[in-house]
């Protein structure tokens, strides 16, 4: 049944200025914090208030979230337009880092970027302002939908006075439980086009429902949202996409490749943290026999002299190097195409949509592979007694990455190489 969120009341901490050379320390601090109690939170489950409270005051939700709207190609050259936001691949780093650390919280601070751009990504032009709270450091929850008809109406916006009326129902993968604001899209019962509407979680018509049992990503915050006769002020509609897809612009499209390119970067991040961890419990010195001979040198025993446990890692640490190659290789091409902005082209588009899908494709696959074989490498696959129990990493491993399909995405970039064929704009995000 439904339960009413929390109102939560903390005094936000203002954004620090920027400065890219600052955010790996700050980003460090925060993933030593959270792998400190990664083992005791992930078994508790509960919904990340504490968590998103690190992440605050840290000014981490507010990295990507600059004040001026993104300008004209060639105006916004660090990718995000204004003078105290970072750029995308500084706050893919955040990403990655946080992610190793805890693969929940990775994917909570992830969804929030995208969604912070929202109102470029889906704005009627370069010159949208941000809306109220966007760029304020709060932390968003939600989802927005490229056009799926198969998929039915989902959420709806029905006009009212200057306004809407927000009514449905929305599964959220992250921040259902801890959102300062919800981003949705919802279908406009006048138009027919896809609105997308920022939502106060705290008015009473919002009923979020919580999903803190999975397998793995158990502290994103994920379940479902109930909307009734939500009201939605006109200034709360960050924009909008047309129904019929070929319609849409290339630039919008690139939403749900950066959602999806950005989740590619938990899951490196994941597989990353589960290899040094399992690193740190395979190289453990043990007791040095003593001999028993006058002078004779002792040496340690070192289970990591294993010619085959060498061997292991080097094809697990190769693999991990491999899929960070062709994950920066597609955030350079994202950032790219960010800069460029609305004078974006299709065929660019699409570039950037296999590079993005050949990300996909690597990372899961080596994401699952790493989280699998680190637990046959050691002997702390799972733990009662305060150990690793690295068994965690598989299971998030596992659940962010059935998400997507492998397949498909290899079929995609199959299918543009062989035939030139552009990857479908129809995406969720």
């Given at each position: ?9 903390a005094a ?10 600052m955010?790996?320390r ?5 993933a030593?914090?959270l ?8 078994r508790?489950?509960k919904?990340?208030y ?6 605050r005051?840290a000014g ?7 004040p001026a709207?993104l300008?004209r190609?060639?105006?916004a050259s660090?990718g ?8 995308w691949?500084?706050?893919t780093?955040v990403?990655?880092e946080v ?7 990775g ?7 995208v969604?912070?751009w929202?109102?470029?990504f889906?704005?009627a ?6 809306a ?8 968003l929850g939600?989802?927005t939908d490229?056009?799926?008809l198969?998929s ?7 006009p009212?006075g200057s306004?809407y ?8 993968a992250a921040?259902?439980t801890?959102?300062d604001?919800?981003?949705v ?5 006048h138009t027919g086009?896809l609105?997308?509407a920022?939502v ?6 919002v009923l979020a429902?919580?999903d803190n049992?999975?397998l ?8 479902s949202?109930d909307?009734d ?8 509609i ?6 019929d897809e070929?319609?849409?612009?290339a630039f919008?499209a690139?939403?749900?490749l ?6 590619s970067?938990?899951?490196?991040g994941?597989a990353?943290g589960a290899?040094?961890e ?6 453990a010195v043990?007791?040095?026999p003593r001999s028993e001979a006058?002078?004779a040198?002792?040496y340690?025993?070192?289970p990591s002299?294993d ?5 292991a890692?080097g094809e697990?640490?190769?693999a991990?190097h491999t899929a960070a ?16 902005g609305?004078d974006l082209g ?5 570039e950037?949509?296999v590079?993005?899908?050949a990300a996909e494709a ?6 699952v ?9 050691t002997?702390a696959a799972?733990s009662?007694?305060?150990g690793?129990?690295?068994?965690r990493f598989?299971?998030?491993?596992r659940?962010?990455?059935a998400q997507s399909s492998?397949t ?6 199959g ?6 064929t552009?990857?479908p704009?129809?995406?969720r995000?």
């Amino acid at each position: 049944m439904p339960t009413k969120p929390v109102v939560r009341t903390a005094a936000l901490r203002k954004p620090p200025v920027a400065d890219d050379a600052m955010w790996p320390r700050v980003t460090q601090e925060v993933a030593d914090d959270l792998a400190a109690d990664a083992i005791a939170r992930d078994r508790a489950g509960k919904p990340p208030y504490d968590e998103v409270a690190r992440l605050r005051e840290a000014g981490l939700p507010a990295l990507l979230t600059p004040p001026a709207p993104l300008g004209r190609a060639g105006t916004a050259s660090d990718g995000g337009g204004g003078e105290s936001g970072a750029d995308w691949r500084t706050a893919t780093a955040v990403i990655r880092e946080v992610a190793a650390a805890d693969g929940s919280i990775g994917e909570l601070i992830a969804r929030h970027y995208v969604l912070s751009w929202s109102s470029r990504f889906f704005g009627a032009s370069d010159d949208t302002a941000e809306a109220p709270a966007v760029g304020d450091g709060l932390l968003l929850g939600g989802g927005t939908d490229l056009p799926e008809l198969e998929s039915g109406p989902g959420l709806t916006l029905a006009p009212a006075g200057s306004g809407y009326l927000l009514n449905g129902r929305r599964t959220v993968a992250a921040g259902v439980t801890v959102a300062d604001r919800l981003v949705v899209g919802a279908t406009s019962t006048h138009t027919g086009e896809l609105l997308i509407a920022l939502v106060n979680p705290a008015h009473p018509g919002v009923l979020a429902g919580t999903d803190n049992d999975r397998l793995g990503q158990r502290l994103t915050g994920a379940g479902s949202v109930d909307f009734d006769n939500v009201p939605v002020d006109a200034g709360h509609i960050l924009g909008a996409t047309p129904r019929d897809e070929h319609a849409v612009s290339a630039f919008t499209a690139l939403a749900p490749l950066a959602l999806r390119l950005v989740l590619s970067h938990v899951a490196l991040g994941i597989a990353e943290g589960a290899l040094a961890e399992a690193r740190d419990v395979s190289r453990a010195v043990l007791p040095a026999p003593r001999s028993e001979a006058a002078g004779a040198t002792t040496y340690a025993v070192r289970p990591s002299g294993d010619p085959y446990l060498l061997l292991a890692y080097g094809e697990l640490a190769t693999a991990a190097h491999t899929a960070a190659a062709v994950v920066e290789r597609a955030t350079d091409a994202l950032q790219q195409g960010l800069i460029t902005g609305r004078d974006l082209g299709m065929d660019e588009r699409a570039e950037i949509a296999v590079l993005v899908a050949a990300a996909e494709a690597v990372t899961s696959r080596s994401a699952v592979d790493i989280t699998t074989r680190i637990l046959e490498l050691t002997e702390a696959a799972t733990s009662f007694d305060g150990g690793p129990a690295l068994d965690r990493f598989w299971r998030n491993a596992r659940a962010l990455t059935a998400q997507s399909s492998p397949t498909h995405r290899l079929r995609d970039i199959g299918d543009h190489y062989l035939n030139g064929t552009h990857p479908p704009f129809t995406a969720r995000s």
